[in-house]
T-cell receptor, first 113, second 111 residues
Framework: DAKTTQPPSMDCAEGRAANLPCNHS???????VYWYRQIHSQGPQYIIH???NNETNEMASLIITEDRKSSTLILPHATLRDTAVYYC??????????????FGTGTRLQVFP | NAGVTQTPKFQVLKTGQSMTLQCAQD?????MSWYRQDPGMGLRLIHY???????DQGEVPNGYNVSRSTTEDFPLRLLSAAPSQTSVYFC??????????FGSGTRLTVV
């Protein structure tokens, strides 16, 4: 079973920040939070991941709460091309022999002009 | 560096036929996985591998077999195709804690 909970859909105006929340209240101390997105029927695209510190890359920022029970993906200036389904995933067994990604249902982000 | 390559991109099978979906990566990644995605649904894990010679079942393994004889290749076999296996299949690979890289998918229809 997926270990994350996300809202099914969100809207965002073009040029504004998109803040996508995720709850992962049962996350273990050595489990990472990963974010992926899927545009139309393409293969999922990796966005960012983190363990307990906030992370930023050229695509997005990831804010993880101090208790690690939730996180927020931030797209600072959303564009129409960011319209996609966004998946928050707790990576089970990263770096050991049980490593696997279990996807949930994700959040469908619609960016409008 | 081609990343993750899946072949074929499209396939139509008759019920009961067998086939192998190919997946190859040239990034020397230890971890490889197969997922299926039904229309309007999220991805479900079929089988995964943490290295050559090691495979394990995911969420929906029934009707599928895998093997991992080399680091580069992770084929998925359908022994007797059923209409319920109509789906889009994605292969993915990863190294260490880095993000998984996904292939472009194989769209399979079983009639």
């Amino acid at each position: 079973d997926a270990k994350t909970t996300q809202p099914p859909s969100m809207d965002c105006a073009e040029g504004r920040a998109a803040n996508l929340p995720c709850n992962h209240s049962t996350i273990s101390g050595n489990e990472y939070v990963y974010w992926y997105r899927q545009i139309h029927s393409q293969g999922p695209q990796y966005i960012i991941h983190g363990l307990k510190n906030n992370e930023t890359n050229e695509m997005a920022s990831l804010i993880i709460t101090e208790d690690r029970k939730s996180s927020t993906l931030i797209l600072p200036h959303a564009t129409l091309r960011d319209t996609a389904v966004y998946y928050c995933i707790v990576r089970v067994g990263a770096l050991d022999n049980t490593d696997k990604l279990i996807f949930g249902t994700g959040t469908r982000l619609q960016v409008f002009p | 560096n081609a990343g993750v390559t899946q072949t074929p991109k499209f396939q139509v099978l008759k019920t009961g036929q067998s086939m192998t979906l190919q997946c190859a990566q040239d990034m020397n990644h230890e971890y490889m996985s197969w997922y299926r995605q039904d229309p309007g649904m999220g991805l479900r894990l079929i089988h995964y591998s943490v290295g050559a010679g090691i495979t394990d079942q995911g969420e929906v393994p029934n009707g599928y077999n895998v093997s991992r004889s080399t680091t580069e290749d992770f084929p998925l076999r359908l022994l007797s195709a059923a209409p319920s296996q109509t789906s889009v299949y994605f292969c993915a690979s990863s190294k260490g804690a880095h993000g998984y890289t996904f292939g472009s998918g194989t769209r399979l229809t079983v009639v």
